[in-house]
């Protein structure tokens, strides 16, 4: 499974991954020229764009893949809370699992301030890796086996948020690096290859702390 960071963080998401035979963008978070450009401004050969939720740092160009010839799956409460339509828009359910060429997508609940948020558990056909996407959501009731690669966001540090005005919302919609740490201990990572801390808070993160703390985890 090959993963590409085109963008993340606060000021925009989107992610590419393949698995050799079909590639995917997670999430449209940036303006469509730099998605393009982390494309190689080609966007002939994926398949189709996940989006988690209608927030413009995950949604912002959605129209304008749409437009650019990829279908976009999102849950119906995602399209209506961002007044999106069309017939490349494919509105997905979460729990029931769908195809896009050899990925098999499975969309789960997740927990954040938006309409009908959710997660991604990507199972490749042609590899027999398992991809966890999950970003926005302050944690999750599900656990997860076999996973191979994992895309998890790693926000802020609860114990550096405290006097935040902004640490009431962060603690009920986001990810902090110890609720990430207790998932990963939660889950099989028997052949996990690859994990990925996603989604840093430019004000409240410390990338290579967060990277050293699950390390020694």
């Known amino acids: 499974m090959e993963i590409k960071v085109i963008g993340s963080g606060s000021s925009g998401n989107c992610y590419r991954i393949s698995d ?24 002939s050969g994926i398949s189709g764009c996940l989006v988690t939720h209608e927030h413009g ?37 979460p729990m029931v699992s769908f195809k896009i060429g050899s990925l098999k997508v499975l969309p789960f609940e997740v927990h954040h301030d938006a309409a009908e948020p959710v997660g991604y558990l990507v199972d490749s056909q042609v590899t027999g ?14 656990k997860f086996q076999s996973l191979t690669h994992i895309m998890i966001e790693a926000n802020y540090s609860a114990d550096e948020i405290s006097d935040d005005p902004r640490a009431h919302r962060l603690r009920r919609s986001h990810m902090s690096i ?40």
Not at 188 to 205: A, F, M, T, V
């Open 178 to 217: 110890e609720n990430c740490i207790e998932l990963l201990k939660a889950n099989d990572l028997s052949r996990c290859s690859e994990i990925w801390l996603i989604h840093l808070s430019s004000s409240n993160g410390d990338a290579e702390g967060f990277k050293r703390r699950v390390q020694e985890a």
């Open 57 to 93: 740092d995950h949604a912002k160009s959605v129209r304008d893949v749409m437009k650019s010839g990829v279908d976009v799956y999102m849950t119906r409460g995602t399209a209506e809370a961002a007044n999106l339509d069309g017939y490349r828009l494919h509105r997905i359910v």
């Open 129 to 142: 890796e398992r991809l966890l996407f999950m970003t926005d959501t302050y944690y999750t009731q599900f």
């Open 20 to 43: 050799g035979t079909t590639a995917l963008l997670l999430e449209a978070g940036l303006p469509i020229k730099k998605i393009k450009q982390g494309c190689d401004f080609d966007l």
